[in-house]
T-cell receptor, first 109, second 117 residues
């Protein structure tokens, strides 16, 4: 079936550093999404991308929809301690949304 | 309600017993989704509903798993004869509709932590 491969699996960085993570698939998708999950909570939508090549920002977060429609990346600039959490990429072609395995981010003050 | 509500928040059961997990979506949201998150794992799709219909049940791991939704609102995920590998957090989410432009904006509940001993 369709799968999203997310990397890296985890990151441990210093506060102030920039972060980059990505998601790839062998399938073509119409939509790419990035969610963040805080401990003990459900994931929350950060950015939604709808067009190949689209580059969208949300504060310190920037995400891009790959031209091939098979990948996406998320960048976080100037990380802060509250950026800690699990970041999931997600995608859909139909009503069903699927998600990657997640990237666990830890930020050292 | 103000958000997606799931109950119970924690459930401990013995192997072989049946369990029911409940999800109350945001009022007016016609689409409802169930996901499973095992420790340190990603979000595994189980099933989604548009209204009371389930167009895609492909993620249900086995015939021990079933879900229903009545009145276009509350949904129940039932696991029969639970096994230890069923232990996970079961997350429910809802959206205005299960169509592009709406279904990306999922609102998740806080989940039910299921532990099978």
């Amino acid at each position: 079936g369709q799968q999203l491969n997310q990397s890296p699996q985890s990151m441990f960085i210093q506060e102030g550093e920039d972060v980059s993570m990505n998601c790839t698939s062998s399938s073509i998708f119409n939509t790419w999404l990035w969610y963040k999950q805080d401990p003990g909570e459900g994931p929350v939508l950060l950015i939604a991308l709808y067009k190949a090549g689209e580059l969208t920002s949300n504060g310190r977060l920037t995400a891009q929809f790959g031209i091939t429609r098979k990948d996406s990346f998320l960048n976080i600039s100037a990380s802060i301690p509250s950026d800690v959490g699990i970041y999931f990429c997600g995608s859909s072609n139909t009503g069903k949304l699927i998600f990657g395995q997640g990237t666990t981010l830890q930020v050292k003050p | 309600g103000a958000g997606v509500s799931q109950s119970p928040s924690n459930k401990v059961t013995e192997k072989g017993k049946d369990v029911e997990l409940r999800c109350d979506p945001i009022s007016g949201h016609t689409a409802l989704y169930w996901y499973r998150q095992s420790l340190g794992q990603g979000l595994e799709f189980l099933i989604y509903f548009q209204g009371n219909s389930a167009p895609d049940k492909s993620g249900l791991p086995s015939d021990r798993f079933s879900a229903e939704r009545t009145g276009g609102s509350v949904s129940t995920l039932t696991i029969q004869r639970t096994q230890q590998e069923d232990s996970a957090v079961y997350l429910c989410a809802s959206s205005l509709a299960a169509v592009r432009g709406f279904n990306e904006k999922l609102f998740f509940g806080s989940g039910t932590q299921l532990s099978v001993l």
